[in-house]
């Protein structure tokens, strides 16, 4: 299963022209993936290390430059959810839903992406896809890893095998024209869609039935999909790029549920430490600590 989590906060010292940035992550779980992540995306002059307490990133640089981005991303980070999977960077832009964990309520709460997603997804609202894919097109280029990505891709659909039609390719699509990117075509066999298996993590139904025709050595790819499960799907994905010799595998869904992250039942879909829904801005804060 994967480990879900994000940067919850950070804060920024200062002093002679030298910027240190404290970054707390949760779960702690997932600090020495983000600490990965953050040294490849930032300019080399940046130093990531290890802080002191168990959930602490510690960024320090003396390039105005630098400390820029620096700030950008981990804002950027601290709203998006960060995905431990096959790929060798993984997001979404946001929680699904959000639960009380101390409530026997099942109809949670979705957050502002939550419900562009899901109204993109099951109403097949055009401006609700429209609006995903811009969504993920500015987090693309906000990302100084993922604004490195050469060629765009999505999972076929599991009706036809083909990733010719359904939102993840709509999605891909658009993404791929805002950012002037060519797409990768990606075949596989039809099959059961995910969204009938959420309270299984078994994978083995999507293990081994992609496929990539085009050679893509040197290259870096951006899968996109809209909602990541167990990430089942993305991971399949990731091999069949790297069997194509693909240099780097980035993926980016449009939101995030909480079931199968660490550890949590399949069926379960609560985020630990919920935030009621009426502390959230409509324009995307979208908090999960």
Known sequence: MPTCGRVT???ETSRNLYWRYTAKVRPPSLRDLLLMALKRSLLPGVQVTRGYAWNEIV???RSPDARSQIRSLLELLSRSVTIEDDADCSHALGVHTLFNPDVEDTSGAKTYIGEVASDAKYAGDVWSAGHLA???ADFVDSHPLYSQASRITCPPSSNDGFNTSGLAYRLAQRVANLLGLP??????SQREARKNKRRTNDCSDVMGTLE?????AGDTVLVVDDLYGHGCTINE???ALRVSRCKRVLALSGSKDASGCQGLPPHIDKWPNWVPAESRKPAGDLPFE
Do not use: W
Not at 183 to 188: A, E, I, K, L, R
Not at 212 to 216: A, G, P
């Open 134 to 136: 811009d969504l993920m």
């Open 237 to 239: 994905a990731t091999r």
């Open 9 to 11: 906060h950070f804060n």
């Open 59 to 61: 960024l320090a640089t």
């Open 183 to 188: 797409f990768v075509s990606m075949s596989g």
């Open 212 to 216: 990539v025709t085009d050679h893509l």
